[in-house]
Every structure is written in C-alpha cells, then in structure tokens.
C-alpha cells in the first residue's frame, strides 16, 4: 500500500472511532436532574430520620442529629440548600464525590459514619436526582455541634489510612444469573438503604465486619443492640415469609405481633413505609436469599 493511500486509511479509522466516541459518550450523558424522583430517593436513602433533630424539633434536614457510638458521638450536618451552612454552595459533582468517596469540596474526609461506604454503591443518576430534590428545599441556616470522639478517633487525619485498608468505592454491579427483582433489592439494601451499617458488627477501627455483615450487633445506634437479618433462625429472620418482611418494612409490625422499636422505628417512619410496593417486595426477596450466619 503507498503512502497516500496508507494515511486515508488511517484517517479514515481515527474519523471513525472518534464518531463511535462520540456516540457512546452522548448516549452516556447524564439525564437532568429530576427533584420528584429524588424525592423518592432520599425516603429510600433514610436521610430525613438521621438530618432531622426532630428532638429538639429542629427544622427539616438542617443537621444536628446525635449519633451514639461506641466510638464517641457524631452529629449529623446541614443538608439544606443553604449556602454558607449546608450544601447550596455545592455542585453536583461535589455531592456525588461526597456520596461515593466521602470526600467533601474541601478538607479531609468524612468519617464513615457518613454510610459513603454504601452510598458508593448508588446509580449515579439516583445521586443526580437527589441533588435536584434537596436544591427544592427551604434553605436553613444551621451548623450542626463539633463532633465527640474518643482517642484515637478524633483524630481526623487518621481516616486517610483507614480508607486504604476498608474502602471499597465503586456502583453496584447486577447479578446476571439473579432476577430483576433479586438485583433491585440487593441494590437498595447495599447502597441507599445501608442496612449493613447498623445490622452489622464493626471491628476496633469502625469498618464493618464483611464476613459477619447483616448478622447484628450488640453495639449498635444508642449502644443498643441491633439484630441480624440473614436466614439465621436464632438471630435473624429465618422462617420470615416474603409477607413478613413487607409488613414489617410497611408498617413496623413483626410476625408475632410486636412492633419494632428504636432507630427501627424511625426507618419505617421516615424511609420504608414510603417505599413503593414493588421496592418492599423486592428487599424481601433479597434479603429470604442471605445465608445463614
């Protein structure tokens, strides 16, 4: 082949991937933000119980909520859209780096008490919509308490290492040999939901405990005891039907008539009784699957 001919050719194949790029990339582009369907995303997130301190009746999402571990006492922050006290200076890719690495527009990162480490597990377009609802909200000026941590988990700089030995950041990748429903809810219950951030135990450096993950915890919110929700007859939920699952989710009420109580309590109040059926149904179907532990 001459010379002449050898660069149409090239020319050609460079005009060529460069067009596919071009079509893959604006078939990858992000839809805009749709605030009714973040709505939806922060009840199935449970963001409203934990930036609420409906306590000392503080105004909504605006922060301050305590959160009691066995590591010292973190307050929630200010997710309004206020701008010198909560998140209006923000912009979306600064609240999906936040999200899915914990890290904030400036300084060090968050402590992982922030569940970034399942929130990493969200579609990027549920964050997008997010975003787009919590930019609708009345904006409130608030800055939430400092935290209280004991040594050595006060010292911020530390969670720098912890993140290269527990954090794991990366989206949810669907089973192919499990069904549509199977898949949406692992998703819920690994990325927005972060049920494995209360009903598991944690080692001495707070990382959750992967190979117990979903068998509860003796120190969970407010030191108190958080029970497993694998198929574990003992101390999960083995010999719960499909039903149960999603009465509970529902309404709070558990097989024996009891009613949950707690952090549960409000996890039902404000996120899973706001769930849509089908997103009920689906955790249910997920979590009947969860080995025995």
């Given at each position: 082949m001459n010379s002449p001919l050898r660069r149409l050719v090239a020319t050609s194949a460079t005009a060529a991937?460069?067009?596919?790029?071009?079509?893959?990339?604006?078939?990858?582009?992000?839809?805009?933000?749709?605030?009714?369907?973040?709505?939806?995303?922060?009840?199935?997130?449970?963001?409203?119980?934990?930036?609420?301190?409906?306590?000392?009746?503080?105004?909504?999402?605006?922060?301050?909520?305590?959160?009691?571990?066995?590591?010292?006492?973190?307050y929630t922050p200010n997710i309004t859209p206020d701008k010198e006290?909560?998140?209006?200076?923000?912009?979306?890719?600064?609240?999906?780096?936040?999200?899915?690495?914990?890290?904030?527009?400036?300084?060090?990162?968050?402590?992982?008490?922030?569940?970034?480490t399942s929130y990493t597990h969200m579609a990027r377009q549920d964050l997008i919509d997010l975003k787009a609802y919590l930019d609708t909200v009345k904006p409130v000026k608030y800055t939430?308490?400092?935290?209280?941590?004991?040594f050595p988990y006060n010292m911020r700089i530390g969670i720098v290492f912890?993140?290269?030995?527990?954090?794991?950041?990366?989206?949810?990748?669907p089973h192919a040999d499990k069904s549509a429903a199977w898949n949406r809810g692992a998703y819920i219950v690994t990325g927005p939901a972060h049920c494995g951030e209360c009903h598991s135990p944690r080692n001495f450096f707070g990382a959750v405990d992967e190979a117990q993950a979903l068998t509860g915890t003796s120190a969970g919110p407010e030191g108190k005891p958080i029970?497993?929700?694998?198929?574990?007859?003992?101390?999960?939920?083995?010999?719960?039907?499909k039903g149960d699952i999603t009465e509970l989710l529902n309404s709070g009420f558990m097989p024996d008539g009891d009613v949950v109580g707690g952090a549960m309590a409000e996890v039902v109040e404000d996120s899973s009784s706001h769930w849509t059926d089908a997103d009920r149904a689906a955790v249910a179907e997920y979590l009947l699957t969860l080995p025995v532990r």
């Open positions: 991937a460069l067009t596919l790029l071009i079509i893959a990339t604006a078939g990858a582009a992000d839809a805009p933000g749709n605030a009714e369907r973040g709505a939806y995303i922060l009840r199935l997130g449970g963001c409203v119980a934990c930036h609420t301190d409906t306590k000392k009746k503080g105004a909504p999402l605006a922060g301050g909520v305590a959160l009691k571990t066995p590591f010292g006492t973190f006290t909560g998140i209006g200076g923000w912009s979306t890719e600064d609240f999906i780096r936040a999200m899915t690495e914990g890290k904030p527009p400036s300084g060090l990162p968050y402590y992982p008490a922030f569940p970034y939430a308490p400092p935290h209280k941590l004991h912890w993140r290269l030995l527990f954090f794991k950041p990366g989206p949810f990748v029970p497993g929700i694998t198929q574990n007859p003992k101390h999960g939920i083995g010999g719960w039907s």
